[in-house]
C-alpha cells in the first residue's frame, strides 16, 4: 500500500521544521518523458507523491510521477551560458546528417 | 456480506415488495447523506488549509465525496419516484430525514481531528465498497466499483497523515489523542446495522473486524493507543442527529431554501 516507509526528512528546509521543497516532473499518458510541472512542499518522498497526486495530476495531466528533493537538483548558471553553450553553434558536423543510408537498410 | 434476502421472503404480496423498496432507498439515502455531509464538512476547509498541498487534498477528498453522493441520490430518486430528484433530496429535507452516520457531522476540529475522522470513516467505506461492488443490485454495485478507488486513495492518503502526527512531535502526537479522545464514541454506529440496512439484504456489522484490524494496525504504527469500552453514541442512521447537523444544514440548504428552483 505505501510506497515507502516514512524516512526523517534530509535535514533543513522550512525553517528547520522537516517540511522541505521538492521538484515534481509528470509523464503524460502519451509521453515518452517526464517533465518539470512544478514544486511543492512535503515532509518525505511518500507524502510528496500524494501531494504531486493532488496538485499536479487532477485534471488528468498525467500518469507517472517522479519527485525529486528541490536540492539534489543542481542547475547550471545562466551567468555561464556563453561558454557552455555558444561553442556549439558552428560546430554542424556534430550532427548525424552527412551518412547516406543505403537504400537495403529501409526505413531508420 | 448478506446478498439481498430475496430467497427468504415466502410471500411475495405487494406489500412486502414495497417494504424492501423503501428499505432500499432508505438504505441509498444513508449512503447518499453520509458521504454530503462529510464532503460538506471537508469543504469547510477550502482556502483555510495547513498548506497549500493540504487546501487542495481535502477539497479534492471533498469533490469525490460529492460526486459519490450524487450518484446515491440519483438512485435514490429513482426509487422513490414522485417528482424527487437528487437536488430535493439534497436540499430540501430536514434534519430528521437525513441518514448520515453521526461521525461525518463532527466539527473539524483542528488537522489532526479533521484527518482522524476522514481514516476512520475512509477504512470503513473501503470495506463497505469493496463488498458492495459484488453485491446483485446492479446499480449499488456499480457506484461502489467507482466510489472504491476514490475512496482507496482517501483511506492511503488520512492513514499515511495519521500515522505522521501521531509517530510525530510532542505536540501532534498530544493533538491525536485529543482527537481519538473526541471521535472515537462515533465509530461503533458505523457497525450497527439500522433496521433499513438489515431489511436491503446489507450486514455491515460483518465488516467491523477487518476494520478494528485496519484501525489497530495504522495506530500502532503512529504509536496510538486504540480506546476500549467506550460507550458508543447512535441514532444518526435514524435521523436522531447532534445539534451539528442543524447548522450544516443552514449552510448548506439556503440558497435552495431563500432562492427556491434558483439555477445558474
Not at chain 2, 49 to 76: H, K, M, V, W
Not at chain 2, 170 to 177: A, F, V
Not at chain 2, 183 to 200: C, K, N, Q, S
Amino acid at each position: 500500500m505505501k510506497d515507502s516507509k516514512v524516512s526523517p526528512p534530509t535535514g533543513g528546509g522550512e525553517g528547520g521544521l522537516g517540511f522541505p521543497l521538492w521538484e515534481v516532473f509528470v509523464r503524460s499518458k502519451q509521453g515518452l518523458d517526464h517533465k518539470h510541472v512544478g514544486s511543492l512542499h512535503a515532509t518525505d518522498a511518500a507524502m510528496a507523491i500524494e501531494n504531486a497526486r493532488d496538485v499536479y495530476t487532477r485534471r488528468q495531466e498525467g500518469v507517472s510521477i517522479w519527485v525529486v528533493e528541490s536540492k539534489f537538483i543542481t542547475a547550471s548558471n545562466p551567468d555561464e551560458a556563453g561558454e557552455l553553450y555558444e561553442p556549439a553553434i558552428d560546430k554542424v558536423y556534430r550532427h548525424p546528417t552527412f551518412y547516406e543510408l543505403p537504400d537495403e537498410v529501409g526505413h531508420m | 456480506m448478506q446478498e439481498p434476502a430475496s430467497s427468504k421472503i415466502e410471500n411475495n404480496s405487494k406489500e412486502s415488495e414495497s417494504l424492501k423498496v423503501s428499505a432500499l432507498w432508505t438504505y441509498t439515502l444513508h449512503l447518499a447523506d453520509s458521504n454530503l455531509i462529510l464532503a460538506q464538512r471537508n469543504a469547510e476547509w477550502c482556502g483555510h488549509g495547513p498548506i497549500l498541498e493540504q487546501d487542495i487534498a481535502i477539497t479534492n477528498i471533498s469533490l469525490d465525496l460529492i460526486g459519490q453522493s450524487r450518484n446515491f441520490y440519483q438512485y435514490a430518486a429513482m426509487l422513490i419516484g414522485d417528482g424527487a430528484t437528487e437536488d430535493s433530496l439534497a436540499y430540501l429535507r430536514t434534519e430528521r430525514e437525513f441518514k448520515n452516520c453521526l461521525l461525518a457531522e463532527h466539527p473539524n476540529g483542528d488537522w489532526a481531528q479533521t484527518v482522524l475522522r476522514q481514516f476512520l470513516i475512509s477504512a470503513y467505506q473501503f470495506l463497505l465498497y469493496e463488498k458492495l461492488q459484488h453485491s446483485t443490485n446492479e446499480q449499488l454495485a456499480a457506484i461502489a466499483a467507482k466510489a472504491l478507488k476514490e475512496v482507496t486513495y482517501h483511506q492511503r492518503w488520512s492513514s499515511e497523515w495519521v500515522i505522521r502526527l501521531g509517530d510525530g512531535t510532542e505536540e501532534s502526537h498530544q493533538r491525536m489523542l485529543k482527537a481519538i479522545d473526541e471521535l472515537w464514541r462515533y465509530t461503533g454506529e458505523m457497525f450497527m446495522p439500522a433496521d433499513y440496512e438489515v431489511a436491503a439484504g446489507f450486514d455491515v456489522a460483518l465488516l467491523k473486524d477487518d476494520w478494528m484490524k485496519k484501525v489497530s494496525s495504522v495506530f500502532e504504527e503512529a504509536t496510538l493507543p486504540v480506546p476500549e469500552k467506550v460507550f458508543m453514541q447512535t441514532g444518526g442512521k435514524t435521523g436522531t442527529h447532534t445539534e451539528h447537523l442543524g447548522y450544516i444544514l443552514t449552510e448548506l440548504q439556503y440558497l435552495q431554501r431563500t432562492y427556491p428552483n434558483a439555477e445558474w
